[in-house]
T-cell receptor
Framework: RKEVEQDPGPFNVPEGATVAFNCTYS??????FFWYRQDCRKEPKLLMS???SGNEDGRFTAQLNRASQYISLLIRDSKLSDSATYLC??????????????FGQGTTLQVKP | DTAVSQTPKYLVTQMGNDKSIKCEQN?????MYWYKQDSKKFLKIMFS???????INETVPNRFSPKSPDKAHLNLHINSLELGDSAVYFC????????????FGAGTRLSVL
């Protein structure tokens, strides 16, 4: 079983739709959580950190459920420019407080006109 | 003003050759990383250096040797290239090693023929 699991999709949605992505992680020692965005043939870029209380950034809302080891990302009013792969990322501390980011496979979103 | 820059962007070479990829960050970060993203899009950490000291060394063939002359640079040298080494290699950096947000370079697309 992968340490971070996501449905790879693709999710095909019309402009203006609301879409939600889910992610589960297996290591309860995971400390911090992020969503990264990766456009085709580009590098991953941080979209948002995910906090226990849930957090919102414009049209994007991230939620964390530590008990269920589950992270979600909600995108409201989808734009064409939201088309990308969304990577669920968890960090866990190893020895000497060395953090390691574990990336999910990513969920691909295609927003259609 | 690219924060994390890596060169070359594309690298096409024959099996058995030795090649290097360079990475530099101008963010003043203490920690740098090398990741490999394969054809299935999984992004996996290979190495991590904190202030020129190796702190993460995943199960990577010893044909791969990272070198950090100073904390702003982390180069990756690959000996005796194999077909399976074909992938996109990303350099990244973060402020600290405890799992801070990471900033990625644009990637080096390596093709081994």
């Amino acid at each position: 079983r992968k340490e971070v699991e996501q449905d790879p999709g693709p999710f095909n949605v019309p402009e203006g739709a609301t879409v939600a992505f889910n992610c589960t992680y297996s290591n309860s020692a995971s400390q911090s959580f992020f969503w990264y965005r990766q456009d085709c043939r580009k590098e991953p870029k941080l979209l948002m950190s995910v906090y226990s209380s849930g957090n919102e950034d414009g049209r994007f809302t991230a939620q964390l459920n530590r008990a269920s080891q589950y992270i979600s990302l909600l995108i409201r009013d989808s734009k064409l420019s939201d088309s990308a792969t969304y990577l669920c990322v968890v960090n866990r501390l190893g020895s000497s407080n060395t953090g390691k980011l574990i990336f999910g496979q990513g969920t691909t979103l295609q927003v259609k006109p | 003003d690219t924060a994390v820059s890596q060169t070359p962007k594309y690298l096409v070479t024959q099996m058995g050759n030795d090649k290097s990829i360079k990475c530099e960050q101008n963010l003043g970060h203490d920690t740098m990383y090398w990741y490999k993203q394969d054809s299935k899009k999984f992004l996996k950490i290979m190495f991590s250096y904190n202030n020129k000291e190796l702190i993460i060394n995943e199960t990577v063939p010893n044909r791969f040797s990272p070198k950090s002359p100073d904390k702003a640079h982390l180069n990756l040298h690959i000996n005796s290239l194999e077909l399976g080494d074909s992938a996109v290699y990303f350099c990244a950096s973060s402020q600290r090693s405890e799992g801070d947000i990471q900033y990625f370079g644009a990637g080096t697309r390596l093709s081994v023929l």
